[in-house]
């Protein structure tokens, strides 16, 4: 009796789970028909809308509009790339409260649809498919339209992506919100200082238009601060870059001025400059001599804790550098090509350039503003320990592999800092004493940081986060870096350590395997040998 007992009992717990088994995966299946959830685990939270993209949608005043034109047939592959543009339109319009509406157009259905996507500037383009070895290609429609027309606007402005391509996952956010913020918020105005025989006109013209690709939220525009005219009302952030010619007193007031009302400055400017060589040298075809640096910007900046040093900084502990110019590559080894890995304030990867040192007021470097204490300087940048500086003369040759001299100081350098805060008059017996608000500084012991950041993404990205954060708007700095990509593995120098690791890596995983199947196998059997001393306990 007590055999049949349990036996009952055991077919009634079974057709129990099986019954509830089956509930549980008809509700799960009704419940992802019906409602939309969805768990992000990527670290930079690929799938969810940044708060600063939510917070676009949400202050728009007018409805943003965004119209993709996409062909009905893809290549293989370029489906899911679709869907997954379709899913963040989508975060955006659930994110916007009605401000944000969205709607897909297929071109090739008629006419009236294809001479719409030309008047938005959307062109077939050619797409092969990514898969190995496949040739499959077309000429298909995929690309989009932003309008939006702000209050009391004559007429729409607009926006486009003329080609979404196979890489938009790693920066699509990126990539709408920008636009969004633009179009929402309107262009803030930068404005590189001359005057100072900075660089040649045309240079000038080709640096301007670089730096509106670079920084697409702002107006780049020329102030001559050697002029009568102040600077733009307007203007959110300066640019200062290394001067020819000295900045005199009269300069330096004005600059004061702009830094008084509590605006931001990006000063970029090399403690060490190239000479002028005679017909001689150029004839021998000698290599540059660099010396210190006269600038006459020190005065200033030491008044708020931090100055260019006249030198140049060596760092053994950069790896090659390569270096791309066209069709053809080279490989520098030359140890003034610094490799700072990251700015964790400005979240940018910054790769090699050149670069002074720079002098930091100790008592003003803190992460917060300490008791009393009006403004403070962070280092942002700093050389790896294997660095050493070299002063002028000094000849510059990237062929040359230079090592450290005997007694030479060995250390890592700032070749970068942040200044903020209520900065003092750098104008003894004129008022205000301080900035009315919180002014922002930012510099850089640089000497081609501009140079290389056309061909250097990290570079770029360091650059529109320094001028994101001195016009106090950094939106979309975090943004910059929401990306998909591979994570490379921090591993430790030691090569015992990271031989370890890789036998870890190796046996690890089938050790831990057989240990479960083990501790598995003892349970199993302690659960048998307890049901059989309860059965024969019955009898």
């Known amino acids: 009796m007590a055999n049949e007992s349990t036996r009952f009992k055991i077919g009634v717990n079974s057709i129990l789970f099986t019954v509830l088994l089956v509930v549980s995966l008809a509700l799960i299946n009704v419940f992802g028909a019906y409602a939309r959830c969805q768990l992000d685990v990527t670290e930079d939270e690929l799938y969810t809308l940044s708060s600063a993209s939510t917070k676009i949608v949400k202050e728009s005043k007018s409805e943003i509009k965004v119209r993709v034109f996409v062909s009905r047939k893809l290549v293989t592959g370029l489906d899911e790339v679709r869907q997954y543009l379709i899913d963040t339109l989508d975060r955006y319009k659930e994110a916007s409260r009605g401000k944000f509406k969205w709607e897909l157009i297929h071109p090739e259905d008629s006419k009236a649809k294809e001479k719409l996507a030309k008047e938005y500037g959307i062109r077939k383009t ?7 070895g496949s040739k499959e290609a077309r000429e298909l429609y995929f690309g989009l339209a932003i309008t939006y027309k702000a209050p009391g606007a ?75 005219k102040p600077p733009p009302a307007d203007t959110q952030v300066m640019i200062v870059l290394s001067p020819k010619t000295p900045w005199n007193e ?35 075809k000698m290599p540059p001599i660099m010396m ?9 900046l030491w008044t ?46 910054v790769t090699p350039f050149l670069a002074s040192s720079l002098d930091v007021k100790a008592e003003f470097v803190s992460k917060k503003l300490k008791p009393g204490q009006r403004f403070r300087v962070t280092p942002i940048l700093l050389s790896s320990p294997k660095s050493w500086t070299v002063k002028g003369p000094y000849m510059f040759n990237p062929q040359r592999r230079d090592q450290p001299p005997e007694g030479a100081t060995r250390a890592r350098y700032v070749v970068a800092a942040m200044v903020e805060g209520k900065l003092p008059s750098a104008v003894k017996g004129t008022k205000p004493t301080e900035s009315k608000a919180n002014a922002r500084l930012v510099v850089v012991g640089d000497f081609d940081l501009l140079k290389l950041s056309g061909a250097v993404p990290g570079n770029r990205i360091f650059l529109q986060n320094m001028v994101d ?8 700095v975090k943004l910059r870096n929401k990306q998909m990509q591979e994570r490379e593995l921090d591993l430790p120098s030691s090569k015992t350590k990271r031989y370890l690791i890789q036998l870890a890596n190796i046996f690890g995983l089938p050790i831990l395997l057989v240990l479960f199947g083990i501790i598995w196998w003892q349970l199993r059997l302690a659960r048998r040998r307890s049901a059989q001393r309860e059965i024969g306990e019955r009898r």
């Open 126 to 132: 050619t797409y092969q498919t990514k898969q190995t």
């Open 154 to 228: 004559d007429k729409e402005e607009m926006e486009i992506i003329p080609n979404l391509g196979w890489n938009i996952q790693k920066n699509l956010e990126y990539l709408l919100t920008e636009r969004f913020y633009r179009l929402v918020r309107g262009r803030k105005k930068v404005a590189i200082i001359t005057g100072h025989n900075v660089v040649p006109p045309k240079a000038m013209d080709q640096l301007i238009k670089m730096l509106g690709q670079f920084f697409k939220a702002y107006e780049i525009v020329q102030y001559n601060i050697r002029g009568s």
């Open 250 to 284: 009269a300069d330096r007031k004005k600059l004061n001025s702009f830094v008084m009302k509590g605006k931001g400055v990006l000063f970029m400017v090399e403690g060490m400059a190239l000479q002028k060589q005679n017909k001689q040298m150029q004839m021998r």
């Open 292 to 300: 210190p640096h006269n600038h006459g910007l020190n005065d200033l």
């Open 304 to 349: 708020w804790g931090v100055k260019i040093a006249g030198n140049f900084v060596m760092d053994l502990g950069q790896k090659p550098l390569l270096i791309r110019q066209g069709k053809k590559s080279r490989i520098i080894f030359h140890p003034a090509l610094l490799n700072i890995r990251y700015s964790r304030r400005l979240k940018a990867p």
């Open 469 to 476: 954060w001195l016009a106090q708007d950094e939106v979309l």
